[in-house]
């Protein structure tokens, strides 16, 4: 043993020095070879136990890194930390479809600065907002039947043709705008609300909405630290979901608390959808907010697929007070005729192709046309929409809009964008002395006030199975 070590001792010829001395004093005795050796055993341990517990450490680390995205806490000052998680959990765990490659051809969008004043504190409502054209709207709620007449109620109701053509005048009418129930012994047609629901809805001047139906989205809350504490107290945040989405939600982290909140969002469940397409049923809170919202003077629709970052005060006062306006949406950032969204659509697949060109060329032969940029008259920006983000006082004309829309999408297809440019030109045609103020902004100040996510990844339906 001596020998050998002795042996190995002389090949370490790197020992010099007072370590060499210890060592060769060490090694004239059996006692100093034990020591050196324990030595030797000990610090090799340590090593060992020492690269365990970084392991197990980073280990863990990383566990709770992972399980802190999916968890979601209910503390008000976390809720930015939250946002963050939320956009890990769904990179980590891969969630969202994979981003497609990047087209050399295809533009980049950025933001744009929005002037957007400093604080809510100095805000006024503009006295001269009742100048906007006045009249009165109703609404049909009930259809009666004749006895040879036999139909199922329709959430839409059953609007002919020339009922349509008289809903475009502005004028004292009532006119259908969802919400049409049949007579005394059928079904209900879908949109069922919880009484206490309803009830704190009505109660809402101001309203921030969106919806997920489907599952088809993640729960994006409003980023708490950019909004006022007089918006947080004096405005309705409401999303709406069905059944499905509230479990997955649930199972998410996203558990609503006893009041029925999550974070700023008040979580409403909407049971019995009124269509099969969940597109469709998504444009029932989107176009009718005045009507689920009966007392509210302002509203904000914002796609699920957004989460809001400015205040909705300071948002109502840049795009409604200070542009004297009651209606206000953001151009598309890349299309602006009509005739390329429909190729776009159907190049896409976005709905059936059939249904598209019927609605087209019923919209061609009343008088659609080409969007013509180099035209100084033109009554827009552009004929298309992108339609994630509206901003509306809930005037008699804005109120109207809304609900022609609303029944060209209940009419045709879901896909809104084909419809609007119709919707406005007619309505404008049809009342040339009664002004409809919309305000149509770039869509990079869009961008700068709203941050954009992709869909959750899920199964697209069968192509035929979206003809309503």
């Known amino acids: 043993m001596m020998a050998f070590y002795r042996h190995s001792s002389d090949m370490l010829t790197e020992r010099r020095g007072i ?24 610090c090799r341990i340590t090593r060992q136990r020492l690269s365990r517990w970084v392991f197990v450490l980073a280990l863990l680390f990383l566990i709770y890194f992972v399980v802190s995205g999916v968890q979601m806490l209910f503390h008000d000052n976390l ?22 490659p ?16 400093k604080s809510v504190d100095n805000l006024v409502e503009p006295k001269d907002l009742m100048k906007f054209t006045q009249f009165s709207l109703e609404y049909i709620e009930k ?20 009922e349509r053509e008289k809903s ?25 609300l919880n009484e206490k629901d309803k ?112 205040d909705p005060m300071l948002i109502i006062e840049y ?17 602006h005729c009509v005739w390329e969204e429909v190729l776009q659509n159907k190049r896409l697949n976005k709905y059936n192709h059939t249904a598209i060109d019927e609605q087209f060329t019923f919209y061609q032969s009343d008088g659609l046309t080409k969007f013509d940029p180099s035209d100084p008259n033109t009554p827009l920006p552009s004929f298309v929409p992108e339609g994630s983000f509206i901003v509306r006082a809930h005037t008699p004309m804005s109120n109207l ?31 040339p002395t009664r002004p409809f103020y919309l305000n149509m902004f770039k869509d990079c100040e869009r961008r700068a006030l709203t941050k954009l996510f992709r869909h959750r990844a899920v199964p697209s339906p069968p192509l035929a199975s979206l003809v309503n």
């Open 19 to 42: 370590l060499g001395m210890i060592f060769k004093s060490l090694d004239q005795s059996e006692h100093g070879f034990r020591v050196v050796r324990r030595g030797r055993r000990l």
């Open 79 to 100: 809720e930015d930390s939250i946002s963050l998680s939320q956009e890990v959990q769904e990179q980590l765990l891969g969630y969202n479809a994979p981003k497609p």
């Open 102 to 117: 990047k087209s050399k051809n295809r533009r980049q969008h950025s933001p744009c600065e929005v002037g957007l004043v």
């Open 143 to 162: 259809e009666e039947i004749l006895p040879d007449n036999y139909f199922e109620p329709r959430f839409g109701g059953h609007q002919t043709l020339p």
């Open 168 to 192: 475009f005048y502005a004028r004292n009418q009532t006119l259908h705008c969802g919400f049409v129930n049949g007579p005394p012994g059928y079904s209900s047609i879908g949109f069922d």
């Open 199 to 310: 009830a704190y809805m009505y109660t809402c001047k101001v309203v921030v909405s969106s919806c997920i139906f489907g599952s088809s989205d993640f729960l994006r809350r409003p980023t708490r630290r950019l909004i006022s504490e007089y918006s947080k107290k004096n405005v309705c945040f409401v999303m709406f979901v069905d059944e499905q989405t509230l479990l997955k939600l649930s199972l998410e982290g996203n558990t609503p608390d006893d009041d029925g909140y999550v974070g700023l969002w008040k979580i409403i469940v909407v049971r019995n959808l009124p269509y099969k397409d969940m597109r469709k049923t998504g444009k029932v809170p989107k176009f009718l907010p005045h009507r689920l919202f009966p007392s509210s003077r302002y509203s904000i629709w914002l796609d699920s697929k957004m989460r809001l970052q400015s």
């Open 319 to 335: 795009f409604l007070w200070r542009t004297k306006s009651e209606y206000a949406i953001s151009n598309h950032y890349d299309r």
């Open 401 to 431: 809009f809304s609900c022609l829309w609303f029944n060209e999408v209940n009419r045709f297809t879901s896909r809104d964008q084909l419809s609007f440019a119709y919707t406005y030109l007619k309505l404008r045609r049809m009342n």
